[in-house]
C-alpha cells in the first residue's frame, strides 16, 4: 500500500466531526487500508461516497444532538421572552403612529393583542399557552403578508423580519422548557431592562412622528418633518443602548445561541435592505414586478442557512476553547514535571 | 444501558455486524470480511457504514471492546458481542425466521415459488 494513498484517506477522515475522529479515526484507517488493492494509490469511488455521506450523516447528528442540550433549552426560553417584548414593542409603534395619522387600522391593534398575550403568558409561566397563541399570531402574520404582497409588495418584502422575528418567537417558546423558563434564565432585571429599552425604542419613535412631523400625503408618499429624524434615531440609541446593557453580563454561551437563534431576523433584513434594493427601485420606476421562484428561495434558504452557520460556529468556537484550555492544563502538568 | 432501538429492526448492516462478531471478537476489516461471506458475497460493507453502526451498537451497549493491538503503527481494535446484544441478535434472528416461515408458508399455498 503506498503513502499516498494513507495520506488521501486520512484527508477524507477529516470530513468527519472531531469527536467520531477522536474515537475511531486511527482504526477506520486501518480498515481502509486493509481492503485495499496492492498497488492501489487512491479511494476508489464508492469508498469516496460512503465516507462523504457518513461524514455528512456524523455531522447533521452532532449538530442536531447538540441543540438538545441544555444551553440551548436556556436561549431558546430567553429567545422566546425577548422575541415577545420586540413584538409588543414593533406593533404598538405600528398602532401609535397609526393612531398618530388618525386612528390606526383595526388589524393594527389585532396584530399587538397576540403578542401581549404571548409575553405575559411567558413571563408568568403559561409556556404552553404562550406557544399556542404565538403560532396563532404567526397563522394571521402569515394572512396579512400574503394579502399584503398583493396590495404593497415592497412593503411585505422589507417588513419581512418582523415575521421571521414571529416565527423564531414561536419556534423558541415551543422548546420544552420548565414554566418561567426564559425570565428566570434572563433574570427579572434584565427582563425589566429589555422591556424599557424596546419602549423607549418604539414609543420614542412615536413620540418623533407626533413632535418631529410624520404624515402621508394623497397619493400614499410619506413626508417628515425636520425633527422626526433626529427624535427617532435617538430613541432608537436610547433603547439600543439599554438593551445592550442588559446583555452586558449575561454568560457567553447564553448570550451567543441568543445571538444565533435571532439570526435569522437580521438575515432576513439584510437580505432585503442589500439584496433587493434593485427589485425595490423597479417597483418605483416601472411598476409591479412579481418575485421569481429563485427570489422567495433566496428569502426562506438565507435565515435558516445563517441560523445553521451560527450553530456551526458556536460549536467550533467551543470545541477550540476547550482543547486551549486542555493544551495549557497539558503544558503546566509537563512544565511541574 | 438500555437498547435504543430495542422495538425496532437491526438493519441488515447491523445484524451482519452482530452475526459476525457471534463467532468470534473480530476487528474492523474482520467484519467486512465475515459480513461479505456470511451473506453469500452479496454485501460489502464500506468503513464509513461500518463505523457509522458500530458507533451506534456502542453506544446502545450492543458490543464493547474486546482489546486494542497496534499492527503497522496503526490502532486495530477488537469488539465483542455484550449479553444485551446476543439477547438483540436472537430477537431479529427470530423475528427473521418467523417472515422468512410465513413467507414460505404462503408462496407454498400460491402454488409454486421457491417452497
Known amino acids: 500500500m503506498s503513502a499516498d494513498l494513507e495520506a488521501r484517506y486520512r484527508r477524507m477522515l477529516r470530513w468527519?466531526?472531531?469527536?467520531?475522529?477522536?474515537?475511531?479515526?486511527e482504526e477506520m484507517l486501518d480498515t481502509l487500508l486493509a481492503g485495499a488493492r496492492p498497488g492501489q494509490r487512491r479511494p476508489g469511488p464508492v469508498d469516496t461516497?460512503?465516507?462523504?455521506?457518513?461524514?455528512?450523516?456524523?455531522?447533521?447528528?452532532?449538530?442536531?444532538?447538540?441543540?438538545?442540550?441544555?444551553e440551548w433549552r436556556d436561549a431558546a426560553a430567553a429567545t422566546g421572552v425577548l422575541g415577545a417584548l420586540l413584538l409588543v414593542g414593533l406593533r404598538l409603534a405600528t398602532a401609535g403612529r397609526g393612531y398618530h395619522l388618525g386612528g390606526p387600522a383595526p388589524e393594527q391593534w389585532l396584530r399587538l393583542l397576540p403578542w401581549v398575550l404571548v409575553a405575559v403568558a411567558a413571563a408568568t409561566g403559561l409556556r404552553w399557552v404562550a406557544a399556542g397563541v404565538a403560532w396563532?399570531?404567526?397563522?394571521?402574520?402569515?394572512?396579512?403578508?400574503?394579502?399584503?404582497?398583493?396590495?404593497?409588495?415592497?412593503s411585505a418584502v422589507f417588513t419581512l423580519w418582523a415575521f421571521t422575528l414571529a416565527?423564531?418567537?414561536?419556534?423558541?417558546?415551543?422548546?420544552?422548557?420548565?414554566?418561567?423558563?426564559?425570565?428566570?434564565?434572563?433574570g427579572v432585571r434584565r427582563v425589566a431592562l429589555v422591556t424599557a429599552g424596546v419602549l423607549v425604542a418604539q414609543l420614542g419613535s412615536v413620540a418623533a412622528a407626533v413632535v418631529g412631523g410624520y404624515g402621508h400625503l394623497a397619493d400614499g408618499r410619506v413626508v417628515v418633518g425636520p425633527y422626526f429624524r433626529p427624535i427617532d434615531t435617538a430613541s432608537y440609541l436610547a433603547g439600543g443602548l439599554l438593551i445592550v446593557l442588559a446583555s452586558w453580563r449575561l454568560a457567553p454561551p447564553?448570550?451567543?445561541?441568543?445571538?444565533?437563534l435571532l439570526a435569522p431576523v437580521a438575515a432576513t433584513l439584510a437580505t432585503a435592505e442589500y439584496g433587493f434594493d434593485g427589485w425595490r427601485d423597479s417597483y418605483v420606476r416601472i411598476g409591479y414586478v412579481?418575485?421569481?421562484?429563485?427570489?422567495?428561495?433566496?428569502?426562506?434558504?438565507?435565515?435558516?442557512?445563517?441560523?445553521?452557520?451560527g450553530v456551526v460556529l458556536i460549536r467550533r468556537h467551543e470545541q477550540r476553547t476547550r482543547l486551549l484550555a486542555l493544551g495549557r492544563t497539558a503544558d503546566r502538568v509537563t512544565q511541574v514535571s | 444501558m438500555m437498547p435504543r432501538m430495542a422495538n425496532l429492526t437491526l438493519g441488515e448492516p447491523a445484524f451482519l455486524i452482530l452475526t459476525a462478531l457471534a463467532a468470534?471478537?473480530?476487528?474492523?476489516?474482520?467484519?467486512?470480511?465475515?459480513?461479505?461471506?456470511?451473506?453469500?458475497?452479496?454485501v460489502r460493507l464500506r468503513a464509513g457504514t461500518l463505523y457509522t453502526v458500530l458507533d451506534r451498537l456502542r453506544s446502545d451497549g450492543l458490543i464493547e471492546i474486546d482489546r486494542e493491538e497496534v499492527v503497522q503503527s496503526r490502532l486495530r481494535r477488537y469488539y465483542r458481542l455484550t449479553t444485551a446484544g446476543a439477547d438483540r441478535l436472537a430477537v431479529e434472528a427470530e423475528r427473521l425466521r418467523h417472515n422468512a416461515t410465513v413467507a414460505t408458508?404462503?408462496?407454498?399455498?400460491?402454488?409454486?415459488?421457491?417452497?
Open chain 1, 49 to 70: 461516497v460512503d465516507l462523504l455521506l457518513s461524514a455528512a450523516r456524523h455531522r447533521v447528528g452532532l449538530t442536531a444532538r447538540g441543540l438538545a442540550t441544555a
Open chain 1, 16 to 25: 468527519y466531526p472531531w469527536e467520531h475522529r477522536r474515537a475511531y479515526e
Open chain 1, 167 to 186: 416565527v423564531v418567537t414561536a419556534v423558541a417558546l415551543t422548546v420544552p422548557a420548565p414554566p418561567r423558563h426564559g425570565v428566570a434564565v434572563l
Open chain 1, 136 to 154: 396563532l399570531a404567526v397563522a394571521g402574520e402569515t394572512a396579512l403578508l400574503v394579502t399584503r404582497y398583493s396590495d404593497a409588495p415592497t
Open chain 2, 24 to 42: 468470534q471478537p473480530q476487528h474492523g476489516y474482520g467484519m467486512i470480511e465475515d459480513a461479505r461471506r456470511i451473506s453469500d458475497g452479496r
Open chain 2, 105 to 115: 408458508t404462503r408462496l407454498a399455498a400460491l402454488g409454486g415459488g421457491a417452497a
Open chain 1, 254 to 260: 447564553l448570550r451567543l445561541r441568543i445571538i444565533v
Open chain 1, 290 to 309: 412579481p418575485l421569481a421562484a429563485a427570489q422567495w428561495a433566496i428569502l426562506a434558504l438565507i435565515p435558516i442557512l445563517a441560523f445553521a452557520l
